[in-house]
């Protein structure tokens, strides 16, 4: 692609390759808007990775067309990601049918047993998470939610905004 010699060019190509694709998705995410890496919604997430194995596979790119082929395929989820965040925005069906709703685990001190068991999460990993938060005592945790991207929130102190579990599901 780049020389005659097979390690200076298989060098080369990891060097130049993987740079250009690194401008290429920066340019994307100037065009598209911050928005594109922000993990609000599962599509997101599925976006980042996406775009890590898309960058991995156009700095191993051995010919001119596979680059492209790469580069193409960025544009594209970009697009599509854009796209899908405008009409969800529009239409409340299409959020319904793309996006999980977040999962109460506790609530007012009171560790939802049935809640863990659907959602997979083990008692010990969500006290972890209480301990992250600097959660010192139960009773003052008001909500612990397993958010669409799969974090985890900890909501504790006197009192919770409503607001602040609203389009939260009970199990």
């Known amino acids: 692609m780049f020389f005659d010699d097979a390690i200076l060019d298989a060098l080369a190509k990891g060097a130049i390759l993987s740079a250009l694709g ?30 890590g194995s898309l960058l991995a596979g156009a700095s191993q790119s051995s010919e001119w067309t596979g680059l492209l082929q790469t580069l193409t395929a960025m544009a594209s989820l970009f697009a599509v990601q854009y796209l899908v965040a405008y009409l ?19 609530k007012n001190g009171v560790i939802l047993q049935d809640a863990l068991k659907e959602t ?17 005592d139960l009773s003052q945790v008001q909500a612990v939610i397993l958010e669409t991207t799969g974090d985890i929130s900890v909501l504790h102190g006197a009192k919770c905004d409503e607001i602040l579990t609203h389009g939260v599901r009970e199990v």
């Open 22 to 51: 690194l401008f290429w998705i920066i340019f994307l995410v100037r065009v598209v808007g911050l928005r594109s890496f922000s993990k609000m919604t599962n599509f997101d997430f599925v976006m980042t990775v996406a775009m």
């Open 88 to 106: 969800r925005q529009r239409s409340a069906t299409l959020d319904d049918l793309v996006q999980n709703r977040p999962v109460l685990l506790m």
């Open 120 to 136: 997979r999460v083990r008692k010990e990993d969500l006290v972890a998470k209480l301990r992250e938060a600097n959660a010192l």
